[in-house]
C-alpha cells in the first residue's frame, strides 16, 4: 500500500495534465556531446543523459522553460518539489545527475538541450532497497537488462515506467530466472528512451553497472 501511495503521489501531483512521452536524440563528437529532448505538455519522467560537473543542477540543466512549470525529486519518502516562475526556478540548485531522474509538469511543449560529456568508463548509479527512481548513465535507447546494463534485480522486483496516455504506470516485475512479466502479459523487458527515468523497487540494495566507451 505504501508502495502504491507514494507512486500515485507521483502522478496526482500534476492533476489535469495530460502528456505524451518525452523524446530525445543525442549527438557526439568523441565523449562530448548534446542532447535535444523534447518535453511534452503534462508530465513525463526525465533524466540528465550527459555530465555537466558542477553544471548538473535544475538551474543550469533546465535554464529556460514555461513559466510555472514543476519539477519533482523523489526523496525515498516525499518529493522535493521546484517551481520555475518569471525566468528562475525557486530551488535551482537541486542537483540532477546522470543516473538519477524525476518528474516534470509544464503546461507549454518545449525543448531542453542538454550539455556535456558522454559517460564512459566503469559506472555504477545505487538501486536502495524500496523506491528510487533511477536511470541510465549512458545516453542510450534500449531494453533495461540488455542494452542498458541492468541485470541484477531480484526476483519479484520491480520497474515503474511512466505511461503519459494513461497518467499511470506500465509494471513489469522481474520473473522466476530472471525473466520479465509485463502489461498485457508481455514477457519483453522495459525499454528506456535516452533522458528517461524510471521508478524501481527493489527488495535488496544493488548497483546498476556498467562498463561503456564510445568506440563501442
Known sequence: MRTKTLLLTAVLSAA???SSLAQGTVYSVN???????VVPVGLSMVANPLDAGSNNTLGSLFPNVPNF???????????????????????????LN???????????????????EVKQGTLSTPI???????????PQTGAIDTTLGLTNLSMFDNVFKFNV??????????????????????TAPPSLNVAESVFISAGAAVSWNRTFSVNQ
Do not use: H, R
Open 16 to 18: 489535469g495534465i495530460a
Open 31 to 37: 565523449a562530448v556531446g548534446y542532447v535535444n529532448l
Open 69 to 95: 512549470s514543476n519539477f519533482y525529486k523523489f526523496t525515498g519518502t516525499s518529493f522535493d518539489i521546484a517551481t520555475f516562475a518569471f525566468g528562475a526556478w525557486d530551488k535551482p540548485n537541486i542537483t
Open 98 to 116: 546522470p543516473g538519477e531522474g524525476g518528474f516534470i509538469g509544464t503546461t507549454t511543449l518545449f525543448t531542453n538541450t542538454f550539455v556535456g
Open 128 to 138: 536502495p532497497v524500496g523506491l528510487s527512481i533511477v536511470s541510465s548513465q549512458v
Open 165 to 186: 496516455t494513461s497518467q499511470s504506470y506500465d509494471i513489469y516485475t522481474v520473473t522466476p530466472g530472471g525473466g520479465w512479466s509485463g502489461p498485457g502479459g508481455s
